[in-house]
């Protein structure tokens, strides 16, 4: 059913958008159901050797808990739900430690390896990573991964019930009860006894605790019309050689649906692909590639922008562009994806990232209220709404103080705190990303707050100069902070010549330096070195996941540019008012009331208030990607002549982490897919390389050796339709 245009607009602006959902978490992987552990793709390990070893290193840290097996023999001490590499290594370690437990399985052991297509090759990546339990795991095929496994899985001895499956678990005292249905005997290819199980019974176990590794692959997507429940229609595709001969219609755009139709088509099939998009933008390059030539050269047919309505007997009903057609059909794939068994999780209790309760409303609401009260105070603002009496009016003057060698008050304390977050969380970062470019990053932030964005201007300054906070004209340039472009012989003293120098040197960084900057660096200037940028990417961490994404997200970035463009009238009329261009009486009151307004609706509110205090919701870019017009600067620059891009490699598995971490709300993953390059001309990229840590396959990399040049397609307040091309 389609959604309604408002809702559409919410849930493109949604924080969850694009983004894998998890359960939440400890650091140990228990969920907030304390006893229920969760290891594999739920877990945000969805790389086959990386589920592996979290199953098993899970269960090490359980049976330490535990501090052996339980004295009760009715009471397992671990429940397994699933049989995928996660619950496999948990068995591992349970074997290795002693610990009594079974596996239960719903279909059978790597299910969903084995439906992969037929000599799928599958890579054991990443190389650094041993296999737990001496259990054998080579770069294979599927065909020979799985035989391998099945013998492996003989020789451990697994306890493995299947198929079987768990349908609820509740705690009791200090164990869990745990309901489960057997299948029918024989509905599966078994190589391990389901032992007693008889068909479609119901069962019921004891556990001190569950280990879930059943995956996020829960469900299958339906199309929701009718006939799609029928036995020619199916979900997968393990061997195209079954359709040889026969007219077959695939429905999806993604790479299962575009490998499955060629292979199809290169077995012999007749195959009609129909996708409700003008084209595969989510397949991977060399896959669009495959079937736009096919194609091309007659050996499939494609309806792009059509929409299967009907499955009968013998053929199915598209509709395209108004229009329906029959298409004749022996076989129908319909294969759109899965999606998360929520059902299940919340019938366990499980939260999930993102939900909604009541302590996490009063989470960000806290939060917020201690960043508007940090930032009223840091700013010498009165406390909404701004009145002489407001409740930390004192504060004001209690933070006064004489250091000797100045006069500090409230803005020098915050300033303090800033950098304390900066270096207590910048180090925490440090040791989180074990890649050198993040520690250089992190290093970087944290060494030019000390020393540009705190040290010099409110420490060393002070001894040399009369106005030290001028310095902040090369660390904080222009449109960042209006005031760096500004000067006038009246403040200072009469002295024209200094005032001069003080305007060619915020000239010269906004101008010149930072032009400088992006064309070898991009907008990196807001990942290694700007002071908003350095609390978002240490204290922010935290939330960098929370990032919007969808259409209304990346429309709402031109907002900085509206901002880039108020920034200069503001200037220019703060500058007459200084050096009286023209007549300063006639633009006197436009002058105040462009400069209040956009002091306090920018400056404060945007840059400090709702830019950090939204962290725990929105992400930790919420200034930096819709409102900075620095950046937004550096954007035009930047689609007009930097040389830096990410590049992918044609590694990539579609697991997310890329799109998950990405802070600017950008799907990485497309890119990466695609083999396309991302750059400034097509995305909002501050080139931070979180996506290359986080990849477990090393697609991606930055490069510098201008690869592509670029075409500015349009304006400053034009939708950007920047053209790359191989130069």
């Given at each position: ?5 408002i ?77 995928g ?21 719903r ?27 001496n ?13 391998r ?29 745990v ?59 393990k ?20 490998e ?24 991977k ?35 395209t ?7 004749e059909?022996?076989?129908?794939l ?33 939060f ?32 006064k ?26 180090m ?50 222009w ?18 010549v ?22 070898y ?13 350095g ?29 880039l ?15 009286v ?9 436009t ?56 590049h ?41 390389g ?38």
């Amino acid at each position: 059913m389609a959604l309604p245009e408002i809702l559409k607009v919410e849930l493109e602006f949604s924080s969850k958008l694009g983004v894998r959902e998890l359960p939440q978490l400890d650091a140990n992987n228990q969920s907030n159901v304390k006893g229920i552990y969760v290891v594999g793709d739920l877990a945000d390990a969805p790389i086959i050797k990386v589920a592996l070893r979290q199953g098993y290193d899970v269960v090490e840290h359980l049976a330490e808990k535990l501090g052996g097996t339980g004295s009760d023999p009715e009471i397992l001490d671990i429940l397994i739900i699933g049989a995928g590499p996660a619950g496999i290594g948990a068995a591992l370690a349970c074997n290795a430690k002693g610990l009594s437990y079974v596996v239960m399985e719903r279909e059978k052991p790597f299910a969903t390896i084995q439906n992969f297509p037929k000599a799928k090759l599958i890579f054991s990546e990443p190389k650094q990573f041993e296999n737990p339990g001496n259990f054998w795991f080579e770069d294979a095929t599927k065909e020979e991964l799985t035989e391998r496994w099945a013998e492996a899985l003989d020789d451990h001895s697994l306890r493995i019930q299947q198929p079987e499956e768990v349908i609820d678990a509740k705690r009791s005292g200090d164990h869990f009860v745990v309901s489960t249905r057997v299948g029918k005997s024989g509905l599966l290819d078994q190589h391990i006894p389901a032992g007693d199980a008889t068909a479609d019974a119901e069962n019921t176990y004891k556990a001190r605790r569950i280990v879930l590794a059943g995956g996020k692959r829960g469900q299958l997507n339906k199309l929701g019309i009718p006939g799609e429940e029928r036995e020619n229609v199916h979900h997968l595709l393990k061997d195209p050689d079954d359709f040889t001969g026969k007219k077959v219609v695939v429905v999806g755009g993604g790479d299962s649906a575009v490998e499955a139709a060629c292979d199809i088509a290169d077995a012999g099939g007749k195959v009609l692909v129909s996708y409700r998009k003008e084209e595969f933008a989510r397949a991977k390059a060399r896959n669009k590639a495959r079937i736009e030539s096919m194609a091309a050269d007659g050996r499939l047919e494609l309806a792009m922008k059509s929409q299967v309505q009907e499955i009968a007997d013998g053929g199915v009903t598209i509709a395209t562009g108004g229009e329906t057609r029959q298409a004749e059909a022996d076989d129908v794939l319909v294969l759109i994806g899965t999606r998360l068994p929520l059902k299940f999780l919340r019938r366990l209790g499980i939260k999930m990232q993102g939900d909604m309760d009541f302590w996490r409303v009063a989470w960000i609401v806290s939060f917020a209220l201690i960043t508007y009260g940090f930032y009223c105070l840091k700013a010498k603002q009165d406390l909404f709404p701004f009145g002489e009496t407001h409740p930390l009016g004192w504060m004001h003057d209690a933070l006064k103080a004489d250091l000797g060698f100045r006069t500090v008050d409230a803005s020098f304390w915050g300033t303090c705190i800033y950098a304390l977050l900066i270096g207590v969380f910048g180090m925490r970062a440090y040791f989180k990303y074990p890649l050198a470019q993040q520690k250089r990053r992190y290093i970087s932030l944290i060494v030019f707050q000390w020393t540009f964005l705190f040290g010099i201007p409110e420490l060393l300054a002070p001894l040399i100069i009369e106005r030290p906070w001028k310095l902040y004209a090369l660390s904080v340039p222009w449109p960042l902070s209006i005031w760096s472009l500004i000067d006038a012989p009246d403040w200072a003293g009469g002295d024209t010549v200094t005032a001069v120098l003080w305007l060619g040197v915020g000239a010269l960084s906004a101008f010149v330096l930072i032009p400088l900057y992006v064309r070898y660096n991009g907008e990196r200037f807001c990942s290694y070195m700007c002071g908003c940028g350095g609390l978002a990417e240490t204290l922010g961490d935290f939330w960098r996941h929370l990032a919007p994404r969808g259409r209304t997200a990346k429309q709402s970035e031109w907002f900085g540019r509206i901002i880039l463009v108020l920034a200069v009238p503001v200037t220019l009329l703060i500058l007459n008012d200084a050096w009286v261009f023209i007549a300063k009486d006639a633009l006197y009151s436009t002058k105040e009331f462009a400069q209040s307004w956009y002091g306090l609706m920018v400056d404060f509110w945007l840059a400090s208030v709702v830019g950090v205090a939204l962290y725990p919701y929105l992400g930790n870019r919420v200034w930096c990607r819709f409102f900075c017009p620095l950046r937004a600067w550096m954007e035009v620059l930047a689609r007009k002549f930097s040389k830096i891009t990410i590049h992918a490699n044609e590694k990539c598995i579609g697991c997310g982490e890329c799109t998950r971490y990405c802070q600017m709300g950008i799907d990485v993953q497309s890119f990466a897919q695609r083999g396309a390059l991302l750059h400034n001309g097509n995305s909002s990229c501050i080139q931070c390389g979180i996506c290359i840590q986080v990849c477990p396959m090393e697609v991606l990399s930055i490069e510098r050796d201008r690869p592509v040049s670029i075409s500015l397609g349009g304006g400053l307040l034009k939708p950007p339709n920047a053209t790359w091309q191989r130069g």
